[in-house]
C-alpha cells in the first residue's frame, strides 16, 4: 500500500481519534487523583490540628486535676498536723498539772501519747 492509500481510508483519522479519546482519559484521571490527594492532604492537617487541640485539652485538664489533688492533700495534711499538735499540747498540759510529778517522771507517758498518733496513722 502507498503512504496516500493509508490516509484516505480512515485509519489514520480512526487512530488520531482514539489517541484524543485516550489523552482525554488520561488528563481526566490526572485531575481526578489531584483532587483526590489535595483532599486526603487537607483531612490529614486537620486531622493532625484536632489531635493537637485535643492533646493540649488533655494536658490542661490533667493539670487541672493535679492541681486539685495537690490542694487536697495539702488540706488533709494541713488538718492532721494541726490534730497531732493539739494532742501534743494536750499531752503537755496534762504531763505539766500532774499532781506531785515532774514532768520529767511522766515523758514516756508523754511521748506515748505524742507518738500515739504516728503509729496509728
Not at 503512504?3 to 482519559?25: C, W, Y
Not at 495537690?70 to 494532742?87: K, L, N
Request: hydrophobic residues 45%; glycine residues 6%.
Amino acid at each position: 500500500m502507498s503512504e496516500g492509500a493509508a490516509t484516505t481510508d480512515g485509519s489514520d483519522s480512526q487512530s488520531f481519534a482514539a489517541l484524543k479519546r485516550v489523552k482525554a482519559a488520561e488528563t481526566e484521571w490526572a485531575t481526578k487523583l489531584e483532587a483526590a490527594r489535595q483532599e486526603s492532604d487537607a483531612a490529614l492537617a486537620r486531622l493532625r490540628d484536632e489531635s493537637a487541640a485535643t492533646i493540649k485539652a488533655a494536658i490542661a485538664e490533667s493539670e487541672r486535676e493535679k492541681t486539685t489533688a495537690v490542694q487536697a492533700a495539702r488540706a488533709e495534711a494541713d488538718g492532721a498536723a494541726a490534730t497531732i499538735v493539739a494532742q501534743g499540747a494536750q499531752a503537755a498540759d496534762a504531763a505539766f498539772r500532774a499532781e506531785g510529778k515532774k514532768p520529767e517522771d511522766r515523758k514516756d507517758d508523754v511521748l506515748a501519747v505524742v507518738l500515739g498518733a504516728f503509729a496509728s496513722g
